[in-house]
């Protein structure tokens, strides 16, 4: 797959949602991706990963797909839940499939599961068949994507009916104390640690401006909806800040 693609329709996004400047943004921060990870949720993104992992709802045998798996923490969550799935891992930035890769020959050495596969691709244009898993996940990749309708709707085609669709993503806090407290954390801590850090300044002031240009977590289980999942639900973690959705495919 072609590197740096050029532009394509970011539309009237009030946010820049580029790919090639988003490919091009992970590219340059893969490295420290994990550590700011750990550092920005105090550890807790493993156990939201988890979750995702467990709503997958698989079974043995079943094969799964892990969309903008970046460095594979849900691809890895995804196999340790389930040993015997076959899980692929998809992302289109070569620098976020290299670290995913090299972790997953450590995590072989040491006897734990791995995904079968970390591949390159587009979630707007998933490279595989109608039908073909039995479950999708994504992590803090939807909001990344200029056309969200369309991502939802390339994860319902390729998951067999009755599979599950589970999206983690940042979201917007409701009004309260978790709200005003994740909003100091992610408007002014997380943009300066995210410069000492990756020495990239524009990457984690970028995370809270995506989330708050993105759709509300009741509006995104709509998104869902409307690309053909049905019995769609959220719950919101982190101080309200985090959202898991889950929908089931239907045709
Ligand atoms: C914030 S990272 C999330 C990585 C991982 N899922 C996790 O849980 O940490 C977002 C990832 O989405 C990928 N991405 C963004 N847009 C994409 C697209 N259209 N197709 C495939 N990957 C995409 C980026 O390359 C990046 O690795």
């Not at 693609?5 to 893969?30: K, N, Q, T, V, Y």
Request: with cysteine; hydrophobic share 45%; aromatic share 6%.
């Amino acid at each position: 797959m072609a590197s740096r693609r050029p532009a394509r329709g970011s539309g009237d996004l009030p946010i820049d949602r580029d790919p090639s400047r988003i490919e091009a943004m992970f590219g340059d921060i893969a490295a420290r991706y994990d550590l700011m990870n750990r550092l920005m949720t105090v550890g807790l993104d493993g156990r939201w990963r988890r979750l995702a992992a467990t709503e997958a709802h698989l079974a043995p045998g079943d094969e799964a797909l892990d969309a903008c798996c970046g460095t594979g923490d849900l691809s890895f969550g995804l196999a340790d839940r389930c040993p015997s799935c076959v899980v692929t891992g998809l992302d289109f930035t070569p620098e976020m499939l290299v670290q995913a890769r090299e972790k997953a020959v450590a995590r072989e050495s040491h006897g734990l599961p791995v995904p079968r596969e970390f591949v390159a691709g587009d979630v707007l244009e998933l490279p595989f068949e109608d039908d073909r898993f039995a479950a999708v996940t994504v992590g803090w990749g939807v909001r990344n994507v200029p056309d969200v309708p369309r991502a939802f709707r390339e994860m319902a085609r390729v998951t067999r009916p009755g599979g599950r669709v589970v999206c983690l993503e940042s979201t917007q806090a409701p009004d309260g104390l978790g709200k005003r407290f994740h909003d100091v954390w992610m408007g002014r801590v997380v943009p300066v640690l995210g410069r000492l850090v990756t020495g990239d300044p524009s990457a984690y002031a970028y995370l809270p401006a995506s989330v708050a240009a993105f759709p509300r977590a009741d509006e995104l289980a709509a998104i869902m909806a409307g690309a053909g999942l049905t019995n769609v639900r959220f719950r919101r973690l982190g101080f309200g800040a985090v959202a898991l959705h889950v929908g089931e495919a239907s045709k």
